[in-house]
């Protein structure tokens, strides 16, 4: 019996993929395209979440900008995000909260020089 879990529990951590979320509008390090950001039409970029794991029932993001000079800067918070396999461009079901502007919404990234 114990034999047993302790094969399944390998092959689940051998072979599990882990959750991920991307986005179809950006690729990872790469520059967001214009309409992202605070300089474009601040529109919250699509997003595809891949592996999600069973019992989820819905999820919360935080889009948080750790590089902004001396501090930090939250772009994006949001919970009660359906459970879905992707969500569209500036069109993001669920519960906003405040991000460092004090709004609730999206608020893109604002490059000094513009990337």
Sequence with gaps: ???????SLFHFL???EPFTVKSPDFANNHYMQFKFTCDGANMSPGLVFENIPKGTRCFALIMDDTDVSGSEFVHWVMWDIPLC???????APGV???NSHNQNAYFGPCQPNGE
């Design 96 to 98: 906003f909260g405040k």
């Design 14 to 16: 051998l072979f599990q």
């Design 1 to 7: 019996m114990y034999l047993k879990l302790l094969i």
């Design 85 to 91: 396999s992707s969500l569209p461009e500036n069109k």
